[in-house]
């Protein structure tokens, strides 16, 4: 079974930098897309970016074109979420998900394996 884990959040003044990585200890995901997704207090679970198995492809949410970066580390068996000029409405708990195919797909459903998630706050 695959078991992602997320690492990288924190607590960071607007305008700053973070990069998260979501690692599979079991290196079970390299054939798999990889997809961020974050849940703010009060709202919805809602799609961040997603990358496909090689790489080569990448998808981004309107509110994160421009600012985030997604990649992977194939040899490393890692994916990153380099996230710049954060803004306080990007604070939320940021979710890493294995996707059931090898396509960088932005809906939920798409995804079977997810993390515990880690938090990033953003403070004015």
């Known amino acids: 079974q695959v078991r992602v884990s997320e690492s990288g959040g924190g607590v960071v003044q607007a305008g700053g930098s973070l990069r998260l990585s979501c690692a599979d200890s079991?290196?079970?995901?390299?054939?798999?897309?990889v997809g961020w997704f974050r849940q703010a207090p009060g709202k919805e679970r809602e799609f961040v970016a997603a990358?496909?198995?090689?790489?080569?492809?990448?998808a981004y949410a309107d509110s994160a074109k421009g600012r985030f970066t997604i990649s992977r580390e194939i040899a490393k068996n890692t994916v990153y979420l380099q996230m710049n000029s954060l803004k306080p409405e990007d604070t939320a708990v940021y979710y890493c998900?294995?996707?059931?195919?090898?396509?960088?797909?932005?809906?939920?459903?798409?995804?079977?394996?997810w993390g515990q998630g880690t938090q990033v706050t953003v403070s004015s």
């Open positions: 998900a294995v996707a059931r195919s090898s396509v960088a797909s932005t809906s939920q459903s798409s995804y079977q394996y």
């Open positions: 990358i496909n198995w090689r790489g080569g492809s990448t």
């Open positions: 079991r290196r079970t995901f390299s054939n798999n897309g």
